[in-house]
């Protein structure tokens, strides 16, 4: 389990890093903007809504595992209630630290009304 999230945690820092060095606007942004102590990145993630131990979280589409705890920033936590089952990107920033990675939320945007693994061939 443990080397299972650190594989998420590994996964998640790549993407990032690929997101910010193909949006150069992002990324100069982000350099006029003073260094924060903590490291946390920016960007969007696409998956699946679903609801874990009482939480909302980022599954992917393929076979519905954890991408990412959801943590609402801005707007309360019951709001991904109406998109439970749907395909979503949402943007945010990654909140470093923990066993579980976590995604603060700024906005969520549809992609699709469902949200299945995709059949194996």
Do not use: W
Not at 26 to 33: C, D, F, K, T, Y
Not at 45 to 54: A, L, N, P, R
Not at 80 to 88: D, E, L, N, R, S
């Amino acid at each position: 389990m443990i080397m299972t999230n650190r594989r998420i945690a590994i996964t998640l820092a790549v993407i990032f890093l690929a997101i910010g060095s193909s949006n150069p606007p992002l990324a100069a942004q982000q350099e006029q903007q003073p260094k924060k102590e903590s490291k946390s990145a920016s960007g969007s993630m696409t998956g699946c809504v679903d609801e874990q131990d009482g939480r909302y979280v980022l599954t992917n589409d393929s076979d519905l595992a954890l991408i990412a705890i959801l943590e609402a920033d801005g707007f309360p936590t019951e709001a991904f209630a109406k998109h439970m089952g749907h395909k979503v990107t949402v943007r945010g920033t990654v909140i470093p630290g923990g066993t579980q990675p976590t995604f603060r939320v700024r906005s969520v945007t549809a992609v699709s009304d469902t949200c299945s693994p995709s059949p194996k061939h």
